[in-house]
T-cell receptor, first 116, second 108 residues
Framework: ETGVTQTPRHLVMGMTNKKSLKCEQH?????MYWYKQSAKKPLELMFV???????ENNSVPSRFSPECPNSSHLFLHLHTLQPEDSALYLC???????????????FGDGTRLSIL | EDQVTQSPEALRLQEGESSSLNCSYT??????LFWYRQDPGKGPEFLFT???AGEEKEKERLKATLTKKESFLHITAPKPEDSATYLC?????????FGAGTTVTVRA
């Protein structure tokens, strides 16, 4: 089951490019998340949306800009990235509740981003 | 300051050799502890949620337990298909924090 779909799977871009990552969930969830995963490091939570409202932004640089047009879609717009931004970017979704962090999350398979 | 620490970083097992993974945490007011499995090239897959000390959950060869300071993931008689990275996530202090994971390799 691929309830959470991320595209593209791989992306190579220069530091001056602008690109977007897309995430779509088919699980009827109302909370969505962006994470950054670097080798040997814990997952870093970047953004959280619950019922299409941003509820958390963990001091992420402004070169990352999220967008949640509806409860099924989530985007991460990228511009002027740095080499240290190369990583796996994971999207997840969960049931909305009073406390979305207290729900198990369903992850996509990620976008592998490489910055030249 | 690390809130979630997983050990060991890597574990190599022979098929059938049972072992345990550790997830220790320092958050107060634990709201939930989650275990995930991640295969290479894939996103994490949810395994268990534990909410209070003394709670246990089982699924096939996996059993998760929880105390006030740590959680264990026991793998009984593992098979090669149990090879994966196992992630622990802790929700407490109004924050969700992940550990760096334990990579388990099971040899036939």
């Amino acid at each position: 089951e691929t309830g959470v779909t991320q595209t593209p799977r791989h992306l190579v871009m220069g530091m001056t490019n602008k690109k977007s990552l897309k995430c779509e969930q088919h699980l009827g969830h109302n909370a969505m998340y962006w994470y950054k995963q670097s080798a040997k490091k814990p997952l870093e939570l970047m953004f959280v949306y619950s019922l299409e409202e941003r509820v958390e932004n963990n001091s992420v640089p402004s070169r990352f800009s999220p967008e949640c047009p509806n409860s099924s879609h989530l985007f991460l717009h990228l511009h002027t990235l740095q080499p240290e931004d190369s990583a796996l970017y994971l999207c997840a979704s969960s049931q909305e509740s009073f406390d979305p962090f207290n729900q198990p999350q369903h992850f996509g398979d990620g976008t592998r981003l490489s910055i030249l | 300051e690390d809130q979630v620490t997983q050990s060991p970083e890597a574990l190599r097992l022979q098929e059938g050799e049972s072992s345990s993974l550790n997830c220790s945490y320092t958050v107060s007011g634990l709201r939930g502890l989650f275990w995930y499995r991640q295969d290479p090239g894939k996103g994490p897959e949810f395994l268990f949620t534990l909410y209070s000390a003394g709670e246990e959950k089982e699924k096939e060869r996996l059993k998760a337990t929880l105390t006030k300071k740590e959680s264990f993931l026991h793998i009984t008689a593992p098979k090669p298909e149990d090879s994966a990275t196992y992630l622990c996530a802790v929700y407490g202090d109004y924050k969700l924090s992940f550990g760096a994971g334990t990579t388990v390799t099971v040899r036939a």
